[in-house]
């Protein structure tokens, strides 16, 4: 019997089982990355590293918590896969970054197997808290699900009895923070080329001196860089949150274009100081 199954194994699965590490839990994964590459493959030395056994969707009989970590547009995908496997009142936390209506739809397919479906919102990056990043939880069974992560070190609020609170406020925070990111590189890089980026970070700064912004530029375009391709899929289900509420969605999906547009660059992002990855990017989209 596992402890933990991990559905995904990326950079969220790789940071929590390292957190559950010391633990000495019995931590499995299953990730379609793993079928398609060697044993010498990132995914493959990521479970060797942290002690996580691979696992195949058979093996999710042997779990009573999953942890579903997947991209945003395959979070259904993966209950859908999942739930003919699952134990009977096994929790399935749903870690992903997807809409209240994209959660109560894989909710529907776990409890319609006959697991327990628990909304699970993460409100601030993996690193450096791993397991600890603080969380949120909703759902008939969140309380419940609030009290077996508790026993793990694990923080997660609990929002409300309904799917799709948690996920609302992570959707409709990521606004703001996605669409900052987006808006600062907009700003940052049409300045770079205009020859005028110390005088409008000089402006700005005297204007909001509680913001360092050329090291909160510099942070953003790194995460645009990095981690873009999959901020792009979490706006796309922010647009859907946005439409389900009956308001538009033209902020989210620009955002979705810009933070997709940059991580396809395949830039490394260089040191962190706004004018030099500033100017990485510039080059790269010359």
Known sequence: MWDIVFFGFGEAGQAFAAGLRPLSLAL????????????DGPCHQ???ALGVTACALSDLTCARVVICLVTADQALVAAQAAAP??????????????????KRQAAAVIEGAGGR?????????????????????SGPHAAMGGQVLARLGMAADVTGP???????????RSVIIKGLEALMAESFLAAR?????????????????????????????ERML??????????????ATLRELGLPDRMAQATAAWQAELAALAVAPGPDDLGTRADLILTARA
Request: glycine letters at 8%; one cysteine or more.
């Open 28 to 39: 499995a994964a299953h990730d379609l990355k793993l079928d398609g590459e060697g044993p």
């Open 46 to 48: 990521a479970l060797a």
């Open 85 to 102: 496997h699952l134990l009977p009142e096994s929790l399935w936390f749903d870690g992903n970054s997807c809409s209240p209506g994209t």
């Open 117 to 137: 479906y628990v909304d699970l919102a993460l409100m601030a990056p993996v690193h450096p808290r791993l397991h600890r990043t603080p969380m949120l939880a």
């Open 162 to 172: 309904e799917v799709g609170q948690a996920s609302s406020i992570k959707m409709l």
């Open 193 to 221: 080329t205009a020859g005028v980026d110390a005088a409008v970070i000089a402006s700005l700064q005297a204007s909001d001196p509680g913001i360092d912004w050329a090291h909160r530029g510099a942070y953003n375009l």
């Open 226 to 239: 990095v981690h873009g391709a999959r901020r792009a899929a979490e706006m796309h289900e922010v647009a």
